[in-house]
């Protein structure tokens, strides 16, 4: 029986997730534990993480880690997502983390990250799936990815993730204006039409989306309308119910909504915006909620789900 450790260290928590395989199952949990992180409130206009921010990943990390003590001489992967990937200090953060841990934080590149999502989505959704197109709203970035086989055949990764929409667009999370709404949405809208071979829809295939971002997105749009929904499709008209929703409440009335969460509500707003915009772009009507991401990409990989070297996905954008 194998067993496969990944420690994620994102925006908003570091988290170590530990499965195995077993004849019959894809991932089978072991063991987990989730040390929060804000780490969006040490970032500096360029994006630096602050001392306060270095301390708290170095902190995170340790507790993650030393959580279960049958880790000791265990290979886990530990990676940092795109607030620390793209932090002009990324080498000295990943340095302490290092020197203080004895664990170093490895970088994927966001196609790398699109990729994995595929690979996951695409085991999530089980042996018969054809034709999938993977939609992932990170805080930095969106990854896309799509195509027929266990490898996406296009991956994308562009600079239009929740907390920097907020930053550059949206600060402390409201819209001063509809003109503001306008603008955000243009902006989104010209810099997907730029994206060479941006994956689209296809007839008798399925959109699944793989992040917190269209999980709460769904979550809120679930109790939107007089019919209760599941919560694990999304349709583009609600969506578009829900931006209206958001942009009309501030942070602190948004963690109260169903499905938002506190630490996610002031860059809820951007990240609807994203999703609507990214759903029309590549022409879904709706996605299907897919709880496994790159993270668990990197968990299947380790347990050694087949991956064929004619398979390697184009990198686009």
Not at 53 to 58: A, I, T, Y
Not at 135 to 161: K, Y
Not at 216 to 230: D, E, H, I, N, Y
Not at 290 to 311: F, I, K, M, N, Q
Request: net charge positive; glycine share 10%.
């Amino acid at each position: 029986m194998r067993q496969a450790g990944v420690l994620d260290v994102g925006c908003h928590s570091a988290l170590l997730t530990v499965v195995r395989r077993r004849p019959g199952t894809v991932l089978e949990p072991v063991f987990s534990r989730k040390v929060r992180l804000r780490l969006h409130e040490t970032l500096d206009r360029k994006g630096r993480l602050d001392k306060a921010g270095m301390k708290s990943v170095e902190r995170a990390v340790a507790v993650a880690v030393a959580a279960d003590p049958r880790l000791r001489g265990r290979d886990v992967f530990a990676f940092a997502t795109s607030v620390i990937r793209d932090a002009p200090n990324r080498d000295e953060i990943i340095a302490r983390v290092a020197r203080t841990t004895g664990t170093r934080l490895r970088v994927l590149t966001g196609e790398e990250e699109a990729r994995l999502a595929y690979v996951a989505a695409r085991q999530w959704a089980g042996p018969t799936v054809g034709q999938l197109l993977v939609l992932d709203i990170g805080g930095g970035t969106v990854e896309i990815a799509s195509g027929t086989r266990e490898q996406p055949g296009t991956v994308h990764s562009l600079p239009l993730g929740a907390r920097r929409i907020t930053r550059d667009w949206l600060p402390g999370g409201t819209a001063p204006s509809q003109r503001r709404l306008a603008e955000i949405r243009q902006h989104l809208s010209r810099s997907l039409e730029a994206v060479p071979g941006l994956p689209q829809a296809e007839p008798g295939g399925r959109v699944l989306a793989c992040s917190k971002t269209f999980e709460q997105l769904a979550r809120l749009a679930a109790t939107q309308g007089r019919t209760p929904r599941s919560g694990r499709q999304l349709a583009l008209p609600q969506l578009r119910t829900s931006v209206s929703v958001l942009a009309e409440a501030g942070p602190s009335r948004r963690a109260k909504l169903p499905g938002i969460s506190q630490h996610r509500a002031e860059q809820s707003l951007a990240g609807a915006l994203v999703a609507q915009a990214l759903m029309e772009a590549c022409g879904a009507k709706n996605v299907e909620i897919c709880p496994w991401s790159t993270r668990e990409g990197l968990l299947l990989e380790h347990l050694g789900v087949p991956h064929s070297p004619a398979d390697r996905p184009r990198r686009v954008g």
